[in-house]
């Protein structure tokens, strides 16, 4: 079962940057919408960004400006430019379709926001 993998993520400080990526199934990239969740200890799952297959975004209020998100179809990769980073952007981040498809998470990337 081929699952999305992800990669990027570390410890940075305030205002800081960082780049994530995720590549996976090219029959899922052709098909799918795609999307990067994040997951805080002790919280759901959110959806962060999402890309269509034309290239149209749409992010959650608490990233909108800060965050960017890309496709490569060739590659098969999404990505997640993410600028300001704050404390509260601390999470595991995953790719995932959108909708989710629910074998398709793989382990995530660890973002953690500290000084």
């Known amino acids: 079962q081929v699952q999305c993998v992800e990669s990027g993520g570390g410890l940075v400080q305030p205002g800081g940057s960082l780049r994530l990526s995720c590549t996976g199934s090219?029959?899922?990239?052709?098909?799918?919408?795609m999307g990067w969740y994040r997951q805080a200890p002790g919280k759901q799952r959110e959806l962060v960004a999402r890309i269509t297959g034309s290239g149209r975004t749409n992010y959650a209020d608490s990233v909108k400006g800060r965050f960017t998100i890309s496709r490569d179809n060739a590659k098969n990769t999404v990505y997640l430019q993410m600028n300001s980073l704050k404390p509260e952007d601390t999470a595991n981040y995953y790719c995932?379709?959108?909708?989710?498809?629910?074998?398709?998470w793989g382990q995530g990337t660890q973002v953690t926001v500290s000084s």
């Open positions: 995932n379709a959108v909708p989710v498809i629910s074998n398709y």
């Open positions: 090219e029959t899922i990239f052709r098909i799918y919408g």
